[in-house]
């Protein structure tokens, strides 16, 4: 079974770094199969897609998101980062990292966010 653990500060400074990373046990995370992902939800509102990164390395950012965050792995170590730089009291969310994976059904591709970590809160305050 695949278990994700994030880990990072609570508490961030406005215009510094956020720097979160996701720990995965249970299977590589340079397995075909998976896109590593980081998701956040605001206090009172939806889940935001921040972005992932497959096996191939390459990864993919939220365009609202995209000067600002970049996501990287370390094979060595099974974990993968999310850094969000320059942030506001509006970055204040329960951030989440999940494994994704793709199926086709009818032609249409659906994408199944198959495990989950328990969420890490952040709060950005002076």
């Known amino acids: 079974q695949v278990q994700l653990q994030e880990s990072g500060p609570g508490l961030v400074k406005p215009s510094q770094t956020l720097s979160l990373t996701c720990t995965v046990s249970?299977?590589?995370?340079?397995?075909?199969?998976?896109?590593w992902t980081w998701i956040r939800q605001p206090p009172g509102k939806g889940l935001e897609w921040i972005g992932h990164?497959?096996?191939?390395?390459?990864?993919h950012i939220n365009p609202s998101l995209r000067s600002r965050a970049s996501i990287s792995r370390d094979t060595a170590k099974n974990q993968f980062t999310l850094q969000l730089s320059s942030v506001t009291p509006e970055d204040t969310a329960d951030y989440l990292c999940?494994?994704?994976?793709?199926?086709?059904?009818?032609?249409?591709?659906?994408?199944?966010?198959?495990?989950w970590g328990r969420g890490t809160q952040v709060t950005v305050s002076s």
């Open positions: 999940a494994a994704a994976a793709d199926s086709v059904i009818g032609g249409t591709t659906f994408r199944s966010y198959d495990y």
């Open positions: 249970g299977g590589p995370i340079t397995t075909n199969y998976y896109y």
């Open positions: 990164i497959p096996y191939t390395g390459v990864t």
